[in-house]
T-cell receptor
Framework: AQKITQTQPGMFVQEKEAVTLDCTYD???????LFWYKQPSSGEMIFLIY??????QNATEGRYSLNFQKARKSANLVISASQLGDSAMYFC????????????????FGKGTKLSVKP | KAGVTQTPRYLIKTRGQQVTLSCSPI?????VSWYQQTPGQGLQFLFE???????NKGNFPGRFSGRQFSNSRSEMNVSTLELGDSALYLC???????????FGDGTRLSIL
């Protein structure tokens, strides 16, 4: 079973509008972290936002916010006021086993969502 | 502060050859992870190094190996290259497990 599921292979949004990119995850570990990355066509992976499983509030970073619904195991990324430069692939990722001192250092990635912003 | 630096950016090899990719992490970061990205399989974890020790390993054949030096710089080696090894290889570093991983620009490897 996939641990990270991104059900939207591609999405379009009008410039200046908000868009939500979906991400659901599967883990039995109580301690985990969720990350969103942006990958433009040039290839580099850019960290956007992080949510820890024990965080009480939804994470926000500028125009990015994370709609974290722990019981539903979803961590949707909301981009407000879309800009043309937001056109890119967006990846949701999870790291399990945080805080135990043991290592689960790797990220598990979803397949990604290609976002296209229309002028 | 300099980011994660990967060299070379592009590489063309032929089947059967071997290749070494290099990654210099952000200063102070001791954890370095490697990922392979292909259109078919997406992003897959290769291995992670922390303080010169391999701490975690993904499901890749033994042809894929790596190491980390005392200055945290890491190298990844692929021997007996196959066509399917054509991919973008990404290196990421982090301060610790609770901090985000920061990625380099990647090395795009093409096998002819």
């Amino acid at each position: 079973a996939q641990k990270i599921t991104q059900t939207q292979p591609g999405m379009f949004v009008q410039e200046k509008e908000a868009v939500t990119l979906d991400c659901t995850y599967d883990t039995s570990d109580p301690s985990y972290g969720l990350f969103w990355y942006k990958q433009p066509s040039s290839g580099e992976m850019i960290f956007l936002i992080y949510q820890g499983s024990y965080d009480q509030q939804n994470a926000t970073e500028g125009r990015y916010s994370l709609n974290f619904q722990k019981a539903r195991k979803s961590a949707n990324l909301v981009i407000s006021a879309s800009q043309l430069g937001d056109s890119a692939m967006y990846f949701c990722a999870m790291r399990e086993g945080l805080g135990y001192g043991g290592s689960q250092g790797n990220l598990i990635f979803g397949k990604g969502t290609k976002l296209s912003v229309k002028p | 502060k300099a980011g994660v630096t990967q060299t070379p950016r592009y590489l063309i090899k032929t089947r059967g050859q071997q290749v070494t990719l290099s990654c210099s992490p952000i200063s102070g970061h001791r954890s370095v992870s490697w990922y392979q990205q292909t259109p078919g399989q997406g992003l897959q974890f290769l291995f992670e190094y922390f303080s010169e020790t391999q701490r975690n390993k993904g499901n890749f054949p033994g042809r894929f190996s790596g190491r980390q030096f005392s200055n945290s710089r890491s190298e990844m080696n692929v021997s007996t290259l196959e066509l399917g090894d054509s991919a973008l290889y990404l290196c990421a570093s982090s301060l610790d497990d609770k901090q985000p991983q920061h990625f380099g620009d990647g090395t795009r490897l093409s096998i002819l």
